[in-house]
C-alpha cells in the first residue's frame, strides 16, 4: 500500500459561490464536486477522457473533470450543471435541449449543455460543421445527436435574439 | 381544461431534471454510514484458484470485510439458466470474473484493496471462439453441462459439449425445395461481440437491515433482481425491495440479474450498513456483451425470384455464462428466416460456451446478427439475378395479415408500403446528386428487419390513483432508461381521465410499491404495461361516471360520458373537478384502478404468441473513399410503423438513436480478444459513435395506421430501427463499390480489403487503386 495522503488547500469559486478546502493531492475534480461538494449533476462514465459527461467549465474552458486534480482548481473559476439556470428560469440552453427532445437517459446531458455554452460563448452562430466538431467530444448514446445538433442551433437562435 | 394529450410531442416530464443535474440516479444516492466494495477479478480466461490471500487485505484499518466464495449463497442464479456463481467458486471461466469482493469505508480503498489481492491462480486452456467450443476435443467449460449430444450438431461435425442451449423450428419440406429450386445462394455472414456502453455503469447499493434487504440498482428488471435475489439469499419475496431511480441507459446491457448478487452478499455482511458498489467503465465491459455469432444461410430462389426454401443456422458465442443468452439464440433462430413469404423454412440456433465474459441481451436481441445476414443476402441474391433488390423484396415480403410462422399471431404492420416510402424519400425532390468526382464512389443501399415484439408469456400490471384534489399518481414496475417512459404513461393517463399532464405523475419503480412487471425489454413498455394503464385509468373513469350519476342523480336509462373534462348526461354536466370535490366516493381519499394485462400462451416454438410486430426499414446512400475505404453516410432514411405515435418526438428520439448506435455497429465497434483477455474494454480504444459520424441528412418517416395492439393503436418501437442499419450501409457500399463485406464491421480496412479482393476477382488487380465500375 502505497497512497500518498499530502493534502492541498485549495480555493475556488464554483457556481459563484466562494469554497475554501484541504484536498488530498490525488483526488480528482469530478470526486471533489460530486463527493465533497456534493454536487452529482457532474457525472463519470469512461473516467479516461473520453465520452465527456463530467465536463465542466474551468475559468470557461469544458474540462474532463475525471482527468483533472481538485488541487489544480485552485484560484479557478468553476462551473457545474448546477451552476446554469437562474432560480427556477432555465438557461436558453437547457430550454432548448428540452424543446428538441436533446435528453433522453439525460447521462450525458450536464456534460453536453456546459460544451454548449462554451461552443456558444466561443461562436455566437455556430454552423453545423462547427457544432459536430466542437462537440465530438461528448458521447450520447441515445438521442444520435440529431436532436442535440437542434438544440444547439435553437439555443444560438433564441441567445442571439435575446 | 384539457382536450387531448395523446399525440403530442410534449416535453419529457423528467426533463427539466435532466437539463439542470437535479436528476438522480443510482449512483448519486448517499445515506449515511455508507461503505463501499469492489471487487476483485480473474485474470485469466480459464483458471483453478488455488489460494486467495485476503488475510493482508482484511487487516487493513479502513478495510471491513473481504468476502470470497466461502462466504456468499453457493447457489447458482441466471434468469433462463442458473449457472452463474455470485464469486468464482473454485474455477474462474472467463478473464475479469469476480472472485472476490473488498467491503471498506472508502470507495478508494475499497478498489486499493481489491487491486493488491493476491490470488494463486493454476491456468487451464481457454477457449474463446465457437469453433474451439464445438470441436470434439474441447474441454467443457461447464463440466456438468451438455452430456446429451445435439444429432443436427452433431451433423455438422460439431460438439454438444458447450453447448448451451439450442433452438430448432422448421415447416415445409426444406431439403426438397432447396434440392429443387432453380438457385440455391449458401452465404456465411459474422457479427462480432460489442458493448452496449450506456453512459451509466453498473451501480447499486444494498442495505440489509436485519429483516429486509433493500437494493437500489441501475437495471432494467427489478421483479427479476428480486426473484434472483430472494432464491439466493434465501427470503420470502416481500423481504426484498428492488428500487430502480432513474438510469443512465440500457440498451439491454442492464437487462436481468447483474452485480446485485454480489451488493446483496456485502449488505448481509455488514448488516445495518448501505454498501455501494459501483463498477469501472472496463468493469462494465467486462459484465456483459452482445454475442459474436455466424449466421449461415442456405436459400433457394425460383427462376422468378421467389424465395422457395430457406435454412438458417446461427451460432451464438454466449461466453462463459448463459445470462439471456438462451433466449437470445431461441429469438435470433427463430427471427432469421426474415419477414419473407417462403413455405419451406428450417432455422437452428446454438447458445455456445466460451471462457469468454458472458453474452447478454442487446438492443434487438438475436436480431441484429440476424438481420445482418439475411438482408445481405438478399442483396447477393438480387445481383445475383440481375433483379433491382427493392424488386426481390416486395416480390418476397410478408404482407400485413399474413404468418411469420404459422402458429404465431399474423403480421400487423405494412411492410410493402414502408419499402415504397423509403424508397421515395431517398429519392425525395431534395436529393442533390452526390459528388462522386476523385476517390469518391456513392451507392445507396436498403434493408428491411423484422422481431416479434413484447416477448412472450410476459405479465404487466398498473396501478392509478385519483387523489381528492384531482391529481393523478401512476404505479408501474416499468423502468425509466430514457425511453420516455415517464412521460407517455402521463400522456396516456391524463387523456382517459382527462386531467392536466402536470396533475398526473408516473412513479419511478419500487417492487415493494409497484405492482409486477416483468422487465423494461422487448420494446413492450408502451405496447403492454400501457395497455394496463389504460385500463386503469378507465376503472377509474368508470367510478368517476357512477359517482357523477349519484351526486347529480342522473336518470338510470341516461348515458353518461366523461369528454373534455366534463361528466355529463343529457342536460346535466359537471366538471371532473367538481365531481371530485363533491364526491362523496372520495370520502376514503382515493380512487383506485388497477388493469392487467399479458399475452397469450401458446403450444409454440417460443411458448407464446407474438404481441406485436416490431419492422425496422431503412434506406442509405453512403460515401466511400476507394482510396482508404472510409464511408461517409449521406442520407439515411429510417421508416418507423408507430401503429401511433403517442409523442411523435419521443418516437424520433427512439429512431434515430437506434438508427446511430447500429452505424457504431456496422462500422466501427468490436470487442477484441487475445486469448480470451479484453484488449479494448476501454474507451480510448473501443469506438463508439460520436458527433461526426451523424449521417449528413437523418429522416424519420413515421407511418401511424393506428394497427398497433396497444393504447390508440400504438406499436412498441426503439429495437426495430436497429435491425436494418449494417445491412443497408453494407449494401450500400457494395453497390458503391463492388465489394461485399460478410463480417462487421465495415471498418475501413476492411472495406479497403474487400475492394481489393473484388478487384483481383475480376482481373484487375494491377492497379494499386481497385478500380470499380
Not at chain 2, 421515395?424 to 446528386?433: D, R
Request: glycine content about 10%.
Amino acid at each position: 500500500m502505497n497512497r500518498v495522503s499530502e493534502r492541498r488547500r485549495i480555493r475556488c469559486k464554483v457556481n459563484g459561490h466562494d469554497i475554501d478546502r484541504e484536498v488530498p493531492v490525488t483526488q480528482l475534480l469530478v470526486d471533489f464536486i460530486r463527493e465533497d461538494l456534493n454536487l452529482t449533476g457532474t457525472k463519470r462514465s469512461c473516467d479516461v477522457q473520453v465520452c465527456g459527461v463530467c465536463t465542466v467549465l474551468v475559468d470557461g474552458r469544458p474540462v474532463s473533470a475525471c482527468t483533472y486534480l481538485a488541487f489544480e482548481a485552485d484560484g479557478a473559476e468553476i462551473q457545474t450543471i448546477e451552476g446554469l439556470a437562474s432560480g427556477s428560469e432555465l438557461h436558453p440552453i437547457q430550454q432548448a435541449f428540452l424543446d428538441e427532445n436533446a435528453t433522453q437517459c439525460g447521462y450525458c446531458t450536464p456534460g453536453m449543455i456546459l460544451a454548449t455554452k462554451s461552443l456558444l460563448e466561443d461562436d455566437a452562430q455556430p454552423n453545423r460543421e462547427r457544432i459536430r466538431d466542437y462537440l465530438k467530444g461528448n458521447l450520447c448514446r441515445c438521442t444520435g445527436y440529431q436532436p442535440i445538433l437542434s438544440a444547439v442551433v435553437l439555443a444560438s437562435e433564441r441567445i442571439r435574439h435575446d | 381544461m384539457t382536450n387531448t394529450v395523446v399525440g403530442k410531442s410534449i416535453p419529457r416530464v423528467d426533463g427539466i431534471d435532466k437539463v439542470t443535474g437535479r436528476a438522480k440516479y443510482t449512483g448519486d444516492l448517499k445515506f449515511a454510514g455508507m461503505v463501499h466494495a469492489a471487487i476483485a477479478r480473474s485474470s485469466f480466461p480459464r483458471a483453478r484458484i488455488d489460494v486467495i490471500h485476503a488475510d493482508d487485505v482484511r487487516q487493513r484499518p479502513d478495510v471491513i470485510a473481504v468476502l470470497t466464495a466461502e462466504q456468499v449463497p453457493p447457489r447458482l442464479y441466471g434468469t433462463f439458466i442458473e449457472d452463474q456463481p455470485v464469486l468464482a467458486h473454485g474455477e474462474a471461466r472467463y478473464q475479469g470474473e469476480p472472485t472476490a469482493v473488498v467491503i471498506a469505508r472508502s470507495h478508494e480503498d475499497a478498489v486499493g484493496g481489491a487491486a493488491d489481492l493476491e490470488i494463486d491462480w493454476d491456468p487451464l486452456p481457454a477457449l474463446t471462439t465457437i469453433d474451439q467450443a464445438l470441436s470434439a476435443d474441447a474441454p467443457p467449460v461447464h463440466a456438468e453441462q451438455g452430456s446429451e449430444g445435439v444429432p443436427w450438431l452433431a451433423r455438422e461435425g460439431a460438439s454438444s459439449r458447450n453447448c448451451c442451449h439450442t433452438f430448432a423450428r422448421e415447416h415445409g419440406d426444406v431439403d426438397r425445395a432447396l434440392a429443387s429450386a432453380t438457385h440455391v445462394f449458401e452465404d456465411t455472414f459474422e457479427v462480432p461481440a460489442l458493448q452496449a456502453f450506456p453512459l451509466e455503469r453498473y451501480e447499486c447499493i444494498a442495505l440489509w437491515d436485519g429483516s429486509e434487504l433493500t437494493i437500489w440498482s441501475a437495471t432494467q428488471s427489478p421483479f427479476i433482481v428480486r426473484r434472483d435475489l430472494a432464491r439466493l439469499f434465501d427470503l420470502h419475496l416481500h423481504r426484498v425491495n428492488v428500487v430502480a431511480p432513474l438510469i443512465g441507459g440500457g440498451f439491454g446491457a442492464k437487462l436481468y440479474t447483474k452485480i446485485e448478487p454480489i451488493g446483496a452478499a456485502c449488505a448481509f455482511a455488514v448488516p445495518g450498513r448501505p454498501v455501494k458498489l459501483s463498477l469501472s467503465a472496463n468493469e462494465s465491459a467486462l459484465t456483459i456483451t452482445q454475442h459474436a455469432a455466424r449466421v449461415r444461410l442456405t436459400t433457394g430462389v425460383s427462376a422468378d425470384g421467389l424465395i422457395v426454401a430457406r435454412d438458417c443456422l446461427s451460432l451464438f458465442n454466449t461466453g462463459a455464462y448463459a445470462d439471456a443468452g438462451a433466449r437470445v439464440a431461441d429469438k435470433g433462430g427463430y427471427r432469421a428466416p426474415g419477414p419473407y413469404r417462403i413455405d419451406n423454412v428450417r432455422s437452428r440456433s446454438c447458445a455456445v460456451y466460451t471462457n469468454l465474459p458472458p453474452a447478454g441481451a442487446y438492443r434487438g436481441f438475436g436480431a441484429p446478427q440476424v438481420v445482418w445476414a439475411y438482408e445481405s443476402q438478399m442483396d447477393v441474391i438480387a445481383e445475383r439475378l440481375s433483379m433491382s433488390p427493392l424488386e426481390l423484396r416486395q416480390r418476397n415480403i410478408l404482407h400485413r395479415g399474413e404468418h411469420f410462422s404459422p402458429d404465431d399471431t399474423p403480421l400487423d404492420c405494412d411492410l410493402p408500403a414502408s419499402l415504397t416510402v423509403v424508397r421515395e424519400h431517398m429519392h425525395g425532390a431534395s436529393t442533390v446528386p452526390p459528388d462522386e468526382s476523385g476517390p469518391w464512389r456513392v451507392g445507396e443501399g436498403y434493408a428491411v428487419g423484422l422481431k416479434d415484439g413484447g416477448g412472450q408469456r410476459t405479465a404487466s400490471n398498473a396501478e392509478v390513483r385519483l387523489e381528492e384534489d384531482g391529481s393523478a399518481t401512476v404505479l408501474v414496475g416499468s423502468t425509466e432508461i430514457g425511453q420516455g417512459m415517464l412521460t407517455v404513461f402521463a400522456q396516456l393517463v391524463a387523456e382517459e381521465l382527462q386531467l392536466e399532464i402536470e396533475h398526473v405523475r408516473v412513479a419511478l419503480p419500487d417492487t415493494r410499491r409497484a405492482p409486477y412487471d416483468s422487465g423494461t425489454n422487448a420494446s413492450r413498455t408502451l405496447t403492454l404495461v400501457g395497455s394496463a394503464v389504460v385500463m386503469a385509468a378507465r376503472q377509474i373513469r368508470e367510478q368517476l361516471i357512477d359517482a357523477f350519476r349519484d351526486l347529480y342523480e342522473v336518470p338510470p336509462g341516461a348515458q353518461a360520458v366523461l369528454r373534455h373534462g366534463a361528466l355529463s348526461a343529457g342536460q346535466v354536466t359537471a366538471s371532473v373537478d367538481e365531481v371530485i370535490r363533491r364526491g362523496s366516493l372520495l370520502r376514503g381519499g382515493q380512487l383506485i384502478g388497477t388493469g392487467y394485462f399479458r399475452t397469450k400462451a401458446a403450444d409454440n416454438v417460443l411458448g407464446g404468441m407474438t404481441a406485436f410486430w416490431e419492422p425496422g426499414v431503412a434506406g442509405a446512400q453512403v460515401r466511400v473513399d476507394t482510396e482508404t475505404g472510409s464511408v461517409q453516410i449521406l442520407h439515411y432514411v429510417s421508416i418507423l410503423d408507430v401503429g401511433r405515435a403517442i409523442n411523435p418526438k419521443l418516437c424520433e428520439g427512439q429512431d434515430i438513436g437506434a438508427a446511430v448506435m447500429g452505424m457504431g455497429a456496422a462500422l466501427c465497434e468490436r470487442l477484441e480478444f487475445e486469448g480470451g483477455q479484453l484488449l479494448n474494454a476501454s474507451l480510448v480504444d473501443y469506438r463508439l459513435p460520436t458527433f461526426a459520424e451523424l449521417p449528413e441528412r437523418f429522416e424519420t418517416v413515421l407511418i401511424e395506421n393506428g394497427d398497433g395492439p396497444g393504447p390508440h393503436g400504438a406499436r412498441g418501437i426503439g429495437e426495430g430501427s436497429i435491425l436494418p442499419v449494417a445491412a443497408a450501409l453494407g449494401n450500400a457500399i457494395a453497390a458503391a463499390t463492388g465489394a461485399r463485406v460478410y463480417n462487421l464491421p465495415m471498418t475501413p480496412e476492411v472495406i479497403w480489403r474487400a475492394m481489393r479482393e473484388a478487384a483481383a476477382a475480376e482481373g484487375s488487380n494491377t492497379s494499386v487503386v481497385p478500380e470499380v465500375k
